[in-house]
Structure formats: structure tokens, C-alpha cells
């Protein structure tokens, strides 16, 4: 049960009359009689919460930055109304936009509540529980009681790079030709025989074919296909660390974790894989396996790479990149361009990838990709006064540890990507690009 | 700061001040206030021998002190009656706090008494002198045979015209009455006045008020002063709530205390009030549903490494490693504009770059790899000068 402001107002009222009464004591005690037999009938006769039922509806996925609506039905089955107010209570970065709405279900009907949720981060936020207070016809008392009614949405990584999708998508046709180039060169691999037309090379005709039929045939080319691409998302302790402005979410001026960053681009790069007819595999490991992807058909790769990235949450460990390395070898049987992404901490790399990288590298090709951090880029800038140049002097040392393991990585053929926070997800695209057009997949 | 928000400013502050001053005058309101009610009391207190101001009368206790009179201060009747003697001289003004059964103990003492002011309970300690109504207190002419008035001459006084009983005399003149009555009467002798200006600090250098003074209050040996207690409760002594003489203006609420005076009503509202309290704070201590708790991430901005390590190079003043870190940037981004590889040296790149840019080699051989800066401003200047040498390759 549950008390309402009138019943105190009552109370506050009732000292009035005790302050001009002859009895003061009487009117005391016939105040407490009458407010307690007035609120004994109030939660007699308001109507029952026990037997009520729920059940929601709505959307189960939804992309940071938007908005879902979740529908709630309740069911009063009941023979008398019930009246108050209800509260949907969700996780709070659920941003459930109200808390508490009135409540009004006549007797054996059912109303349906919409919640709409804005969540301001990744993963799956819950709803906690249904509370209903039902009040009473004269509003002195009410009735309540706590429901648990599940439902889960889970808020998927938003992909804001895809607008990055479209000219990168141009390059690809630029590099496989809707027509079939008939100059063999890198990345291309043997296509067809068709007739010869004028205005083809005639470098491109194949004799031995043109000797078997009557016609004059050329061969054509196109870039390689089928190739296997593995997107490994380094989940340790370094992908916690936040850079650069959030473009989604609440609060947007501490950064975004350079996971979600690293997200973003492996959702481009694997747009564009696919669409290029490449095969995505997708590992998020720390010290064990954190989510996967492998054999998703082209049509279905996106949507299940949001679903298996959207739980994800950086775990504060260091990486174990034996373990990862492993865990590649043992998914990638064939050649294939392993996606590294990480960040290039000098320590974190010499003590751990550094060790194991001839053995990847050396079976495929390893592309690191990682996020710059804005703020030490501008901090290196700082002129001026003693505290600006200590300050730059420190971001001028990070670089300089950067740019020389970056070196170190390039010794061992690993292509390295390192761009600020809204550029990584385009210049891995590109990195991928120029590989494919130079054939090294 | 946007030109659109800040007249939104500007008004906050201005209702910030507004408040302010509201503050301010509520302040000065609550503490004036008070003073103006109670009448701008100037304190000390009227007719008491210690006391300096205008309305006190030290100066005439230090004359009377002066010509060998011994002056007893006291506070209450009791305290009076047992200073008093045969050859003593007890002086009630009308700052001395009596009620009858107070005034009728004073009357009973020992010694002769001086009687000035308007003092209640006339007929208990003066009986039979009878008022005649107010006159106005200003300069008279004694006229009459007492050495005491003639001696003094002209004195202010007033305020009340008096007749005596039978035998009594009588000194300037007022209206129907005198000012001044002397009476004898079971051996003691009454002097009552009707006005006591001439006995306060203001008024006694004028005519002969002081001369009056010293003659009426300094007739005995030892002057007992009954002064103007410092708590009018406590004067009053021991009281017996049931005698039917104590007629009392306001003495009856004194024997009462503070929780006698509040209606019976109040009581009870109170406790009702208690009860709505108590019933509010059920109403608003009830938790719509359980308290949601989440597991939220950590918010670690990457770069706080970065500006530790920037406070740690400031608070130890490492110069050094500052000027190596500077220098080694510098070089590096010089090394590919001068088409040397990454692993050249930094003389290597200085000579470079001063073959580029035509500039002296010494100083930019000193720049890029001389000696670590002696202060920070030469550490400031050293981060300019590696700018402007990157430009100038760059520009070249």
C-alpha cells in the first residue's frame, strides 16, 4: 500500500479544527479514527493490482542514436477500474524518456502504454520491472505492486561511417570495371572468353582459343574475388581508453571508447568487403574469445556483425596476443588478410604482438589499424608557455614511440593504419582498396 | 560565450543582484526593527549612582561621597530595609522597582526616607500626602522656611504638587500644592518631591539643583539608594500568589510561566501537525518500484598518459627529456622533406636542413642536437625556433 499527499493534507486540515475546538484531545483522537477508516475504505475499494496481466511488444534492435518504441499492455481483469500511475523502469542508459505515466484500465479491459527509449550506449539494456499504484476513489490511499515483465533491447553499433560506403563503393567498380578489363595485370585474375570487338587490345586474344573455334576470342580479366578477410577487434584494456567527441549518446564531450571507433570502421571495411565479394570473418578476443563471426552469407554479414559487437565491452586486461595469434592460425586456414584492430601502444605492443607476429605474418597478410587520439595531436601543437611545451614535448614522446612501432611493424610487413577518431574508418577502407588493387590479398 | 546568450546572462545577474540587495534590506529590517520598537532605549539606567549618562545621578553620588556621606547602593526593598538605621537616610526615586507589600516593608524600616519622583504606593510610604495634581517641572523659588531649599535657592523642580499632613512644610510652590513636603512623623522625616531631574547628571550643574541634592540626600551619615534593579523579577522577592492586596499591573503574569500563557488548542494542533508530518513523509518515502542499478563502463580519456606524463616533466622541470622529445619530432617529420631515410642522425638532418634553407650550419646543428635549455624560457623559445625551422624547410 501506498499513501497520497491528501491523506497528510487531511491531517494538516484536521490541526485547524483542533486548534479552535473546545476538546482538542477528542478531535485528535477522532481525526486519527476517521483518516484511518477513510483510508481502510479507500484500499478496500480501489481497484485490484494483483491480478493484473502484461505483455509488450515492439522493436528488439535499435541503433545507438535512435529512438525505439516498446509497447506495454495491461490487462485488468478485474471487476473494478483501475486508477494511478505506472512506472516502466528500465536500465538508465535505456533513456527511457518517462518515468511515470497515469494509469487508467476500466474493469476487464486492457490499455496499451508506449515507452520510447533513446539509449545513450552500446550493448543490451533491459527492462527491470512494472510498478503500478492503483488509487482509490477518494485518493487518500492506493495499492502497489512490483511486476517483472522482461523484454530486451538490444542496441546495436551505428555505423556512421556507412556514409563513407558510397565512394569507396565507387573506387571498387573504378578497380573491377563493370567491364571486364582485358589488360592482365596485378589482382586480376582470368574472367572469361568472349568474342573480340573492335576496339579491343589485341594483345588480349587468346590464339589457342580463336585456333579451336572460328572466331577470334580474347580473354578477360577481373580482380581477384573470394579472397578471405578476417577482422580480429582487440577487446583489452587499451580499447577502453576514450578519443576524440562522441557523435551519438549522452554524454558526448568524455569521447567514445576507441572500441566503438574500431567498431565503425570494421562495419565499413566489412560493407565493403563484401560488396567487393570478399568473405568476412570477424574475432573479438582479449584474453579469450569474445564474440564471433565466420560464414555469414554476403546478404546477412552486416546485420549479424552488429549483433555480435553490440554486447561487447572493452574488459580492463591486457590483450594476450599469443592467444589471439592462435586463435587467427586456427580460423584462417588458407591465406588471408588478417585486420588487426588495436592500438599502438608501444608497450603493450613490444611485450605482446611484437613476439608473435612473424608467425601471423608470415602466413597472411596483417593490417593494423588503429585510432589516433585528437587531443594529443593538438597537445604536441601547444606553444607559448612552459606548460604548453612540457605538454607537447610528452604528445611529441607518444608519437615518437608510435611512428617508431610503426616502423618496427612495416619492418615485418604488417600494413599500418593510424588516423584520427572520424578518419580511421575511411582510411582503412582505402588501405583495403590499395591492397586489392595491387593484388596482395 | 555567444552574443545570443549573453543578455540571458546579463539578467541572471541582474536577479542576482536584485536578490542581493532584497538580502541586504531584509538584513538591516531585522536588525532596526527591534530598536525602533523598544523606543531607541540610549541605556544606562535613570537615577542610579553608578551611572554616567544624561538620566543617571553618578555625579551626585560622587559629590555626596565627596562631603563624607556613605552611599549604599542596592537593588531590592529587602536589601534596603536591612541597610537601613536609625542614622540613616533611604532614598526611593521613581526608578526603584516596589510593589505594596515591597513599598510597605520600605516604609517600616528604620531611618528617615526621601521619597522622589513619581513613586507608586504614595499613600504606604509617604501617609498623608496626598497628590494635587501634575504641574509643570521647571526653575522655582523655594519660598519657605527649610534651610535646606532656602540654602539651594532657585531649583528645578515640579512635576507633582503635594499637601502634607498636619505639622508638614511646604517649599516650592505649584499649583494647589507644593513641590516639595517635609513631614516628621514616629521620629522619621519624609521628603517627598515630585519631579527628580535635578538629581541626574543632566540637570544637577543647573541653579541650585546640586545644592538642593546634596542638602536633602546628604542630611545623615550613610544614604541608602534603592536603584533600578538589573531584573525587576528578582526585586520583587518572594511573592505569595494569593494575597488579594497585590492588585499588580502585570505582576500576575509574572508568576506565570510561558507554557501557562499558550491556549490548550496549540498543544494538540502541534501533535495533529506531528501526525500529517509523519503522514507526508510516508506519502513521499514510498518508492514507486525498486531502485535500477547498472553496471556502467569506465570513462578513461586516453590522453590522461599523455598529460601526466606532461604535469611529471613540468613538476620535476626535465627540460632534457623535453628538448630530446621536441628535437627527435622535429627531425623526423625534417628526415622525408630532406629525402634522408628514417634512420639518419640528427646532424645529419641539421646539415640538411641548413643546406636547404641557406641558413648558418652551427646554429642549426645547435638547434636540433646542441645542449638541453637552461630555464624554460629557453625551452619555450627553443619549441619556436624548431617551428620556424620546419617552415622554413617546408616553404624551401
Redesign the interface.
Known amino acids: 500500500m501506498?499513501?497520497?499527499?491528501r491523506?497528510?493534507?487531511l491531517?494538516?486540515l484536521?490541526?485547524?479544527v483542533?486548534?479552535?475546538?473546545p476538546e482538542?484531545?477528542l478531535?485528535?483522537l477522532a481525526?486519527?479514527l476517521v483518516?484511518t477508516v477513510l483510508v481502510a475504505a479507500d484500499l478496500l475499494l480501489a481497484g485490484a493490482v494483483r491480478g493484473l496481466r502484461f505483455q509488450r511488444d515492439g522493436e528488439r534492435r535499435v541503433r545507438l542514436g535512435q529512438s525505439a518504441a516498446i509497447g506495454l499492455v495491461v490487462d485488468n481483469p478485474g471487476p473494478r477500474r483501475v486508477r494511478g500511475?505506472l512506472?516502466d523502469?528500465?536500465?538508465?542508459?535505456a533513456g527511457a524518456a518517462v518515468r511515470?505515466v497515469t494509469l487508467d484500465v476500466p474493469a476487464r479491459q486492457r490499455r496499451r502504454l508506449v515507452t520510447t527509449l533513446t539509449p545513450t550506449?552500446r550493448g543490451d539494456r533491459e527492462a527491470?520491472?512494472?510498478?503500478v499504484?492503483s488509487v482509490g476513489p477518494l485518493g487518500l490511499a492506493a495499492r502497489?505492486r512490483?511486476f517483472h515483465v522482461p523484454w530486451t533491447v538490444r542496441v546495436l553499433p551505428p555505423f556512421l561511417s556507412r556514409r563513407h560506403l558510397p565512394a569507396r563503393l565507387a573506387r571498387l567498380r573504378e578497380l573491377d570495371g563493370r567491364h571486364p578489363a582485358l589488360v592482365r595485370g596485378q589482382g586480376t585474375e582470368f574472367d572469361s572468353l568472349r568474342e573480340y570487338v573492335v576496339g579491343d587490345d589485341v594483345r588480349s586474344i587468346d590464339w589457342r582459343a580463336s585456333a579451336r573455334r572460328s572466331d577470334v576470342v580474347v580473354r578477360t580479366w577481373r580482380p581477384e574475388r573470394d579472397r578471405r578477410v578476417l577482422i580480429v577487434l582487440d577487446t583489452g584494456r587499451t580499447s577502453?581508453?576514450?578519443?576524440g567527441v562522441a557523435p551519438v549518446g549522452g554524454?558526448r564531450l568524455?569521447?567514445w571508447?576507441?572500441l566503438d571507433w574500431s567498431m565503425d570502421a570494421a562495419l565499413l571495411l566489412a560493407a565493403l568487403a563484401a560488396r567487393a565479394g570478399d568473405r568476412v570473418d570477424f574475432l573479438a578476443y582479449d584474453r579469450a574469445v569474445r564474440a564471433q563471426v565466420s560464414g555469414a552469407s554476403r546478404t546477412e554479414l552486416l546485420s549479424s556483425l552488429v549483433d555480435a559487437m553490440a554486447p561487447i565491452?572493452?574488459e580492463?586486461v591486457e590483450a594476450d596476443a599469443a592467444g589471439m595469434v592462435a586463435a587467427v592460425l586456427s580460423r584462417a586456414r588458407r591465406r588471408c588478410l588478417v585486420v588487426l584492430l588495436t592500438d599502438l601502444n608501444a608497450t603493450a605492443m613490444e611485450e605482446g604482438l611484437l613476439p608473435v607476429l612473424p608467425g601471423l605474418s608470415s602466413r597472411h597478410m596483417v593490417l593494423v589499424a588503429s585510432v589516433a587520439?585528437p587531443?594529443?595531436a593538438g597537445?604536441?601543437a601547444g606553444?607559448?608557455?612552459?606548460?604548453a611545451?612540457?605538454?607537447?614535448?610528452?604528445?611529441?614522446?607518444?608519437?615518437?614511440e608510435r611512428?617508431e612501432i610503426t616502423?618496427v611493424l612495416r619492418r615485418h610487413g604488417v600494413e599500418v593504419v593510424d588516423a584520427l577518431p572520424e578518419d580511421v574508418a575511411p582510411a582503412l577502407a582505402d588501405a583495403y582498396l590499395a591492397l586489392k588493387a595491387a593484388g596482395r590479398l | 560565450m555567444t552574443a545570443a546568450t549573453a543578455p540571458a546572462k546579463a539578467r541572471s545577474r541582474g536577479r542576482q543582484t536584485a536578490w542581493a540587495a532584497l538580502l541586504v534590506v531584509l538584513v538591516l529590517v531585522t536588525a532596526v526593527l527591534p530598536l525602533l520598537l523598544t523606543g531607541g532605549r540610549s541605556g544606562g539606567r535613570s537615577l542610579d549612582p553608578d551611572d554616567t549618562s544624561l538620566n543617571g545621578s553618578a555625579a551626585l553620588a560622587r559629590l555626596l561621597e565627596a562631603h563624607g556621606v556613605e552611599v549604599t547602593r542596592v537593588e531590592t526593598p529587602g536589601a534596603a530595609v536591612a541597610a537601613a538605621g536609625p542614622h540613616t537616610l533611604l532614598l526611593v526615586t521613581e526608578a526603584s522597582f516596589l510593589d505594596r507589600a515591597a513599598a510597605g516593608r520600605v516604609s517600616a524600616a528604620f531611618g528617615d526616607r526621601l521619597i522622589v519622583g513619581s513613586v507608586p504606593y504614595l499613600d504606604v510610604l509617604a501617609p498623608g500626602v496626598r497628590r494635587q495634581g501634575p504641574v509643570r517641572a521647571r526653575s522655582r523659588a523655594p519660598e519657605c522656611t527649610l534651610r535646606e531649599a532656602v540654602r539651594a535657592g532657585d531649583a528645578y523642580t515640579g512635576g507633582m504638587a503635594f499637601t502634607g499632613p498636619q505639622g508638614a512644610t511646604g517649599c516650592y510652590p505649584a499649583g494647589d500644592g507644593h513641590a516639595l513636603v517635609r513631614y516628621t512623623a514616629d521620629g522619621h522625616t519624609v521628603t517627598v518631591l515630585g519631579d527628580a531631574s535635578f538629581m541626574t547628571n543632566l540637570r544637577l550643574a543647573e541653579d541650585g539643583n546640586a545644592a538642593l541634592a546634596l542638602n536633602l540626600a546628604g542630611a545623615r551619615q550613610k544614604l541608602v539608594w534603592l536603584a533600578e534593579p538589573d531584573d525587576p523579577a528578582e526585586a520583587g522577592g518572594p511573592r505569595d500568589p494569593g494575597d488579594p492586596d497585590d492588585p499588580g499591573e502585570g505582576t500576575d503574569g509574572q508568576a506565570r510561566s510561558l507554557g501557562d500563557l499558550i491556549p490548550?488548542?496549540?498543544?494538540?494542533?502541534?501533535?495533529?501537525?506531528a501526525?500529517?508530518?509523519a503522514?507526508?513523509a510516508?506519502?513521499r518515502g514510498?518508492r514507486?518500484?525498486?531502485v535500477?542499478a547498472?553496471r556502467?563502463?569506465?570513462?578513461?580519456?586516453?590522453?590522461?598518459?599523455?598529460?601526466g606524463?606532461?604535469?611529471?616533466?613540468?613538476s620535476r622541470r626535465?627540460r632534457d627529456?623535453?628538448?630530446l622529445?621536441?628535437r627527435?619530432?622535429a627531425a623526423?617529420r625534417l628526415a622525408p622533406r630532406l629525402g634522408l631515410p628514417?634512420t639518419a642522425t640528427a646532424e645529419e638532418v641539421a646539415v640538411a636542413a641548413a643546406a636547404r634553407t641557406g641558413r648558418d650550419p652551427e646554429p642549426v646543428l645547435t638547434l636540433l642536437c646542441g645542449p638541453p635549455p637552461g630555464d624554460?624560457?629557453a625551452?619555450?623559445t627553443l619549441?619556436?625556433h624548431l617551428?620556424t625551422l620546419e617552415r622554413q624547410v617546408r616553404d624551401s
Not at chain 1, 483542533?18 to 475546538?21: I, S, T, W
Not at chain 2, 606524463?309 to 613540468?314: I, K, N, P
Open positions: 501506498a499513501l497520497t499527499g491523506a497528510g493534507l491531517a494538516a484536521a490541526a485547524i483542533v486548534l479552535l475546538a482538542p484531545g478531535v485528535v481525526a486519527a483518516l500511475v512506472r523502469a528500465w536500465q538508465p542508459s511515470r550506449r527491470v520491472a512494472v510498478t499504484r502497489q512490483t577502453a581508453g576514450r578519443v554524454d568524455s569521447g571508447p576507441r565491452e572493452a580492463l587520439d587531443r594529443v597537445m604536441a606553444r607559448g608557455t612552459a606548460e611545451v612540457y605538454d607537447a614535448a610528452a604528445a611529441e614522446r607518444l608519437r615518437g611512428r616502423a | 490548550r488548542g496549540v498543544k494538540w494542533a502541534v501533535l495533529q501537525l501526525v500529517a508530518v503522514l507526508a510516508l506519502w514510498r514507486l518500484g525498486p535500477v547498472e556502467l563502463p569506465v570513462v578513461v580519456r586516453a590522453a590522461e598518459t599523455v598529460e606524463r606532461g604535469r611529471l616533466y613540468r626535465a627529456r623535453a628538448a622529445a621536441l627527435a619530432a623526423d628514417r624554460d624560457t625551452l619555450v619549441a619556436a617551428d
